[in-house]
Structures are given as C-alpha cells and as structure tokens.
C-alpha cells in the first residue's frame, strides 16, 4: 500500500492551488485603439506611431495611412500611454545596381520624435478608443 507523507502532501496541494489559481473577474480588460495624425491640420502620411507605458511594460504602434490614420490591431491593456512617432520606414531594399530609394523628409517636427521629448499621451480605457487624434 502506497502511504503519502506530509511533505508529499504539502506539493500536492501547492500544485493543485497553482493549478486552480485564486479565482478571476473575469478575462482581463483589454482596449483598441485608432485615430487620425496631422500636423498643422494636415494629415500626416508617411510613418509610425508609438504608444509605450514603460512602467507597466505596454507598447504598441502602427503605420499611418495616406490620410493620416492609425490602428492599433493588438489589444491594449488600459494605461495612459505616452505618444511619439518616426519616420517612414524602408521596406524593400533597392536591388543591386538599382538607386536607392526616394526619400522625403519627415514632416514631424523633432520634439515628438521621442517619448521624452514629445510631450504626446493619452489614456487608453478598457474597450473601443477611435477618437484619438493629434493635431501636431
């Protein structure tokens, strides 16, 4: 006959309390995010945009469209988040003996190039944010 010690009994029930775990309200709150960029009422067409909320961890971003808007497909978890953008980015390097391709200058000033320095956030709430827009 098999007999269990109390140190055997101990790590079954730490398991079994790991297993089970201590409850839950519930899936955990999640939020979407989009809007729209300009600068000086023009839409920004060109680039990415980054949402981080360094302390918790959280960082998400997007590429703008031709009208300047942004979605953030991986749900966020609710957190003020500060905001900043870059530049375009290269996605297909020229073949050899090709030109490098054309490059226009971002028109993002400097200051939101950077979370220190753009001074950009925004509180994400728990479900659907689509009004989050910047006017630069």
Do not use: H
Not at 41 to 69: M, Q
Request: with cysteine; hydrophobic share 35%; aromatic share 10%.
């Amino acid at each position: 006959m098999f007999r269990f010690s109390k140190s055997c009994s101990c790590v079954l029930a730490l398991t079994l309390g790991l297993v089970i775990g201590c409850g839950s309200s519930g899936p955990p709150k999640t939020a979407k995010a989009s809007g729209q960029v300009k600068l000086k009422g023009e839409p920004v067409t060109e680039g990415e945009i980054y949402f981080i909320a360094a302390e918790k961890g959280y960082s998400a971003s997007s590429t703008l469209d031709s009208e300047g808007k942004f979605q953030i497909t991986a749900s966020l978890p609710p957190a003020t988040y500060k905001v900043y953008f870059a530049g375009p980015k290269v996605t297909k390097p020229p073949m050899p003996g090709e030109p490098p391709p054309e490059t226009k200058p971002f028109v993002v000033p400097n200051q939101y190039l950077s979370e220190a320095t753009s001074g950009l956030s925004w509180e994400i709430k728990a479900g659907d944010n689509s009004a989050i827009n910047f006017d630069l």
